[in-house]
């Protein structure tokens, strides 16, 4: 049973720059949530996708957008990147049906804005 | 106020002993409560989810949940050097947005 997966890794990008970064769900499950975990905090949701739209988004601004592909499988993009965006993303999976929202996230990817 | 408070810790219990983390939470209409671990540099591992009041186990771990209080906790029986780790509590309240704690650091001495 594949997991969730994310790529790439690690990411390093300069202020000012755009970056994407993907995101496979479990297998089986059909919704993706986004999260940013800073150091020392709990992560910040971000937006979740569900039959490819946003479906909720939280406070964050409209540098973040979104895909989801009809394989299910996510993109996350930050564009005009900012010293403060430095942080893990991390991707969760979910059954959108599902109302008890477990959800299950990807190994993440450090990105570090210079 | 924040939307779900946890004790930062670092919470610090020996071998085989009992820990007991905490949490709180704003949001009355909140239906959907989550336990995760953290190990340092790796991603939240779901361990525990509890609906309804009163105790759910799993294992060496309970969740309770008091929704008039506002508040679920995690016993984590007979801990092990390998429970040290960051515990994240999270709530959702029916829509799709989860809302997490900052967690508790928990250190297990062997």
């Known amino acids: 049973d594949a997991g969730v997966t994310q790529s790439p890794t690690h990411l390093i990008k300069t202020r000012g720059q755009q970056v994407t970064l993907r995101c496979s769900p479990k297998?089986?499950?059909?919704?993706v949530s986004w999260y940013q975990q800073a150091l020392g905090q709990g992560p910040q949701f971000i937006f979740q996708?569900?039959?490819?739209?946003?479906?909720q988004r939280g406070n964050f601004p409209d540098r973040f957008s979104g895909h989801q592909f009809p394989n299910y499988s996510s993109e996350l993009n930050v564009n005009a990147l900012l010293l403060g965006d430095s942080a893990l993303y991390l991707c969760?999976?979910?059954?959108?049906?599902?109302?008890?929202?477990?959800?299950?996230f990807g190994p993440g990817t450090r990105l570090t804005v210079t | 106020q924040k939307e779900v408070e946890q004790n930062s810790g670092p919470l610090s219990v020996p071998e085989g002993a009992i820990a007991s983390l905490n949490c709180t939470y704003s949001?009355?209409?909140?239906?959907?409560f989550f336990w995760y671990r953290q190990y340092s540099g790796k991603s939240p591992e779901l361990i525990m989810f509890?609906?309804?009041?009163g105790d759910k186990e799993d294992g060496r771990f309970t969740a309770q949940l008091n929704k008039a209080s506002q508040y679920v906790s995690l016993l984590i029986r007979d801990s092990q050097p390998s429970d040290s780790a960051t515990y994240l509590c999270?709530?959702?309240?029916?829509?799709?947005?989860?809302?997490f704690g900052a967690g508790t650091r928990l250190f297990v001495k062997a």
């Open positions: 509890i609906y309804s009041n």
């Open positions: 999270a709530v959702s309240s029916g829509g799709f947005k989860t809302i």
């Open positions: 949001d009355r209409g909140s239906q959907s």
């Open positions: 297998s089986g499950h059909d919704t």
């Open positions: 969760a999976s979910s059954l959108g049906r599902d109302v008890s929202y477990e959800q299950y």
């Open positions: 996708y569900y039959e490819e739209e946003e479906r």
